[in-house]
């Protein structure tokens, strides 16, 4: 920018008057004590890449087709920055040159409703867990899921 010996002009800020709330909407806005909530520790998943390789070997939980695997997280009470614990995964086809697979399409939603594609979720990871059970090749490092306790005992 060229010096010259004109000083520019200065413009002071100018501000919107502040407008006080009618009393009719203030009654109608609701405190929901937020300010005051307690902070909810957050859950450790449990992580475990020898068991998400296992689940990856196997077969797509929703085409069948074998060798293009990967392990699939349920979607449910997923978060920014929070993790899906490993045992809940399930077997799902990747994409491949030319060819959609299974999770990409899970994932976005064009296989199943959301109801659907919960009750999905939890049925495929309820058979994989049984499976790696039943061929013997559960992790000794990885705790049982809660809900198949009973079934494994």
């Not at 085409?63 to 699939?72: E, F, K, L, T, V």
């Not at 399930?90 to 199943?112: E, I, N, T, V, W």
Request: proline fraction near 9%; aromatic fraction near 6%.
């Amino acid at each position: 920018m060229r010096r010259t010996g004109f000083k520019r002009p200065t413009y002071a800020p100018t501000r919107a008057p502040v407008t006080p709330i009618p009393a009719e909407m203030a009654q109608r806005i609701r405190y929901t004590g937020a300010a005051n909530a307690e902070p909810v520790p957050k859950e450790t998943p449990a992580r475990s890449d020898r068991y998400r390789r296992i689940v990856a070997a196997l077969s797509c939980a929703c085409c069948g087709i074998a060798d293009r695997s990967q392990a699939a997280h349920p979607n449910e009470g997923k978060g920014l920055a929070m993790k899906a614990d490993d045992r809940l995964c399930f077997p799902m086809c990747a994409d491949g040159p030319g060819y959609r697979g299974c999770h990409s399409k899970l994932d976005q939603g064009a296989l199943y409703s959301r109801d659907e594609r919960r009750r999905f979720e939890r049925l495929a990871g309820e058979r994989t867990r049984a499976t790696v059970r039943a061929m013997g090749l559960w992790p000794a490092d990885l705790p049982a899921w809660p809900d198949d306790q009973e079934e494994a005992a």
